[in-house]
């Protein structure tokens, strides 16, 4: 709805439109707009985006492999609890 070149529409004219269009549904406003355009802008898109997993620590890992080689029948639950244990000992020397 924003157009480009010579047929650019302001923010306040592309929610006009939507809502002369669109009656049935709740108004836009400016900001959703805004952040709607920019997100094009940016990606060339407006899907929605995954979120980014937290990346896992290679530290992480090797303490994982090493648990896994020691004892490869350990269940996954006592793995994650093991290494969530780790982790707050980590948070807590920074």
Not at 3 to 27: I, K, M, N
Not at 28 to 41: D, F, W
């Given at each position: 709805?924003?157009?480009?070149?010579?047929?650019?529409?302001?923010?306040?004219?592309?929610?006009?439109?939507?809502?002369?269009?669109?009656?049935?549904?709740?108004p836009?406003?400016?900001?959703?707009?805004?952040?709607?355009?920019?997100?094009?802008?940016?990606?060339?898109?407006?899907?929605?985006?995954?979120?980014?997993?937290?990346?896992?620590?290679?530290?992480?890992?090797?303490?994982?492999?090493?648990?896994?080689?020691?004892?490869?029948?350990t269940?996954?639950?006592?793995?994650?609890?093991?290494?969530?244990?780790?982790?707050?000992?980590?948070?807590?020397?920074?």
């Amino acid at each position: 709805m924003i157009g480009y070149g010579d047929r650019a529409r302001t923010q306040c004219e592309v929610v006009r439109l939507f809502r002369e269009t669109h009656p049935d549904l709740p108004p836009l406003n400016q900001g959703t707009i805004s952040k709607t355009e920019a997100q094009y802008r940016e990606m060339g898109h407006v899907r929605k985006v995954p979120s980014k997993r937290q990346a896992v620590v290679d530290d992480t890992k090797l303490i994982l492999l090493l648990a896994l080689e020691e004892n490869p029948i350990t269940p996954v639950h006592q793995l994650a609890r093991d290494i969530l244990k780790i982790a707050k000992k980590r948070a807590g020397e920074f």
